[in-house]
């Protein structure tokens, strides 16, 4: 995988890249267990663009920027919509080998983005990420959705390193969005298909395996949209845990309307249009137009 993924230079669009960069086993382990770990995908090239990219993010926050965790506390800083607003994140969404990295996983025709999410956990940031899935927290429907999950600095369990709960996305069950910081529901999340709390998962390891997936510069992680992640705070003194997670869409993925949903969209289409309706902030991005 590696080997294969260095070979994917900066301005190389991926259409133009015949070369296929996820094997079999990985993606069965991807369906089977909800997420895996792909090692040495992003070359030093890439990382030290996003650096640039997340320097310049810090300094601008956005509308959607959130800071969490007690007041004067390192800071577990967030945001979102970063493509349109830097150069370096766009360089990276358009021209990475990520999209067709989903493409291949998702078994996928098309690749629209749907979110970008800026994750930083400063030095000594006490506020955890509780156990949680992304779909609830999104206006959209369908099951082709993957996440792809990397971090510019290593990550271990102590720094933030994510933790999942394999199988968790074929449980057929949605969870209410938690509070970051708090493991409380967010209480405006009032849909009848919501359960209220997730199992107790770390207390009861055989009812609920888990696995962490500690990284390196240049891995990455792909997990479902239904798989269950959490992680620990920032428990180091001079490492922050610069992140970034990347939700790619895939064939079935079509809008739903939700007015719970925390990412507020300029222009909002009906029930079960394509994201392709809204292609300035839910971009195409595999395969690229010649």
Request: glycine residues 8%.
């Amino acid at each position: 995988m590696g080997q294969n993924a260095s070979k994917v230079k900066i301005g190389v669009r991926m259409s133009e890249t015949l070369e296929r960069l996820v094997g079999d086993e990985d993606i069965d382990a991807f369906h089977k267990d909800g997420a895996i770990r792909l090692r040495g995908v992003l070359s030093k090239d890439w990382l030290d663009l996003l650096a640039e990219g997340f320097e310049q993010a810090v300094a601008s926050p956005g509308e959607f920027s959130k800071s969490y965790g007690p007041e004067g506390a390192p800071r577990y800083y967030t945001d979102h919509r970063l493509f349109n607003r830097f150069e370096p994140f766009k360089k990276f969404l358009f021209d990475s080998p990520l999209s067709q990295i989903a493409a291949e996983i998702l078994g996928a025709t098309r690749i629209d983005l749907y979110d970008e999410h800026l994750l930083i956990k400063e030095p000594g940031a006490p506020a955890p990420t509780y156990w949680h899935h992304d779909m609830p927290y999104f206006s959209i429907d369908g099951y082709d959705l993957a996440s792809i999950w990397f971090a510019l600095d290593p990550t271990r369990e102590d720094t933030g390193a994510l933790k999942f709960a394999k199988g968790s996305h074929k449980w057929g069950k949605l969870y209410r969005p938690v509070k970051i910081g708090e493991n409380k529901p967010v209480d405006s999340f009032n849909r009848d298909n919501l359960i209220a709390t997730v199992p107790d998962i770390d207390n009861n390891p055989e009812d609920y395996p888990t696995v962490l997936l500690e990284t390196d510069p240049g891995d990455i992680l792909v997990f479902h949209g239904l798989t269950l992640h959490s992680s620990s705070g920032n428990a180091s003194t001079d490492i922050t845990r610069r992140a970034l997670s990347l939700r790619f869409a895939g064939d079935d993925i079509l809008w739903k309307n939700r007015s719970d949903a925390p990412l507020i969209f300029e222009r909002t289409l009906d029930d079960g249009e394509p994201l392709s309706r809204i292609s300035d902030e839910c971009p195409q991005v595999w395969p690229q137009a010649s």
